[in-house]
């Protein structure tokens, strides 16, 4: 079992900036995919961004990337999302996941866990 724990959602002004961090426990974590999705109010639950546990191997949706960075510390069993040039658009409620295959998928149905997520609010 993995429980995943997010931190660091908040409200921030549009072109502003925000850290997200997910905090792993439990067995082997260290060795999954990490992921962010994303839920918005009313839509669909959307892939933001994805990291294998090595590191190596990063995937980015077209809408965030140039802006966001995903990042692992497996040391600390935690990854983190750094959110740059923050748009009214990327308001959601972000969820970390983990996938323990290591596939480095952009679906949600190929992560086994989830955290409870944490809310991100940018302001126009």
């Known amino acids: 079992q993995v429980q995943l724990v997010e931190s660091g959602g908040g409200l921030v002004q549009a072109g502003g900036s925000l850290r997200l961090s997910c905090a792993a426990s439990?067995?082997?974590?260290?060795?999954?995919?990490m992921g962010w999705f994303r839920q918005a109010p009313g839509k669909e639950r959307e892939f933001v961004v994805a990291?294998?546990?090595?590191?190596?191997?990063?995937y980015y949706a077209d809408s965030v990337k140039g802006r966001f960075t995903i990042s692992r510390d497996n040391a600390k069993n935690t990854v983190y999302l750094q959110m740059n040039s923050l748009k009214p658009e990327d308001t959601a409620v972000y969820y970390c996941?983990?996938?323990?295959?290591?596939?480095?998928?952009?679906?949600?149905?190929?992560?086994?866990?989830w955290g409870q997520g944490t809310q991100v609010t940018v302001s126009s």
């Open positions: 439990g067995r082997a974590a260290t060795y999954y995919t």
């Open positions: 990291i294998s546990w090595s590191g190596g191997s990063t």
């Open positions: 996941a983990a996938d323990s295959l290591d596939l480095t998928g952009t679906h949600a149905y190929e992560y086994d866990y």
